[in-house]
């Protein structure tokens, strides 16, 4: 009996192979070296592109000094870098080739309104994003040796009467919380890498910041005292602020530092100061139910605290200051100086 045929299917080519994507090019690590204050230095920056960051890559290029940027997008220049903190990916052997890590990423605090979702972005964006450099300095057989990570003043929340410095508890309220455990995720960086706090005040700065609205309702007649006026604001102008994150790379400070003007300032006294020098009225007034209403929680954890913060740590270190008081601050930016 005939043994039946069992139908063989045709040979197939094999699948052509894809070509593997071409490697990221990334710096040899270096030989680390004692960092002087005249020393240049290759600063990785995390938020380059923002408000701070767009001044701060400015004034370290004209310092000498090399910067390599952070971004979440595929890279277009020789010293863009991608990286997805969100999902804490970065390649750690790039934190082996530079000097220090700058990072000044998180989501905005001016948008409005704070719904829940929102708020979660911006405690998720500032945590996710420092927990990504961290590990990553973690698994570097060589950390940078330096490692400035952003924080703000909110730290203290509502203070009247007091004068706050670096030593000065932590108060209460969402943006306590958050900068609590913003800084708590900076905090665990590698034992060699000196690690400083960036508690950054109110930026007076052209075209953004907490000037932007203010001076635009003041140019309409709607120069206005915000709440009881009385509370203090702790300002710092971008280029101060800028200059002083320049002096920190070189500097032996760690922990927290103030990044706040030298002379505190009233928000009565900012916002007449702008309407003065727009040539505006300043006859409104905004009760503090109204900048709660209008706002909600941005308006209650930002214009309505009373914070009178100082710079001690970075006065005691040197630091100069350009702009002392928040009229100079306010008359530079203003007046279309730049990095005012």
């Known amino acids: 009996m005939a043994q039946k045929r069992i139908p063989v299917p045709s040979a197939k080519p094999a699948p052509r192979r894809r070509p593997a994507p071409p490697p990221v090019a ?43 940027r952070l971004v979440r997008r595929p890279p277009r220049a020789e010293h863009e870098f991608s990286w997805a903190p969100d999902a804490k990916i970065l390649d750690f052997r790039l934190l082996e080739s530079v000097d220090a ?9 001016n948008r409005i309104p704070w719904t829940t979702g929102y708020r979660e972005q911006i405690l998720r964006s500032r945590v996710r994003a420092t927990q ?14 330096i490692f400035l990570s952003g924080s703000a003043v909110g730290f203290y929340g509502d203070r009247p009467g007091e004068t706050l410095t670096e030593e000065s508890p932590r108060g209460s309220g969402f943006l306590a919380d958050v900068v609590d455990e913003w800084e708590a995720a ?16 109110v930026v007076l700065a052209q075209g953004g910041g907490a000037l932007a609205p203010l001076t635009l309702a003041t140019r309409f007649g709607l120069g206005s005292t915000v709440g009881h006026g009385t509370q203090h604001w702790p300002w710092i102008s971008l280029h101060d602020e800028a200059a002083a994150i320049v002096h920190l790379l070189t500097s032996t400070i760690e922990g927290p530092v103030n990044l706040v003007g030298p002379a505190p300032a009233t928000s009565e006294e900012i916002t007449r100061r702008v309407a003065a020098d727009l040539h505006r009225p300043h006859l409104l007034k905004l009760p503090e139910a109204v900048v709660g209403l209008g706002m909600g929680d941005m308006g209650r954890e930002l214009l309505l605290p009373s914070q009178k913060v100082v710079p001690a740590k970075l006065e005691s270190d ?10 100079e601050a306010i008359d530079a930016v203003l007046s279309g100086t730049r990095s005012a």
């Open 318 to 327: 040197g630091f100069v200051f350009r702009h002392r008081t928040s009229d």
């Open 186 to 201: 900076a905090r665990l960086a590698p034992s060699r890498t000196r690690t400083a706090l960036l508690r950054t005040g």
């Open 26 to 68: 990334i710096p040899k690590p270096i030989v680390r070296r004692p960092i002087a204050k005249d020393s240049r230095l290759r600063v990785l920056i995390a938020g380059a592109s923002g408000l701070i960051g767009t001044e701060l890559v400015h004034q370290l290029t004209d310092a000498g000094h090399t910067v390599q």
């Open 132 to 145: 990504a450099l961290v590990e990553a300095m973690g698994m570097a057989s060589s950390p940078p040796p």
């Open 101 to 109: 890590v700058v990072n000044l990423s998180g989501a905005s605090l």
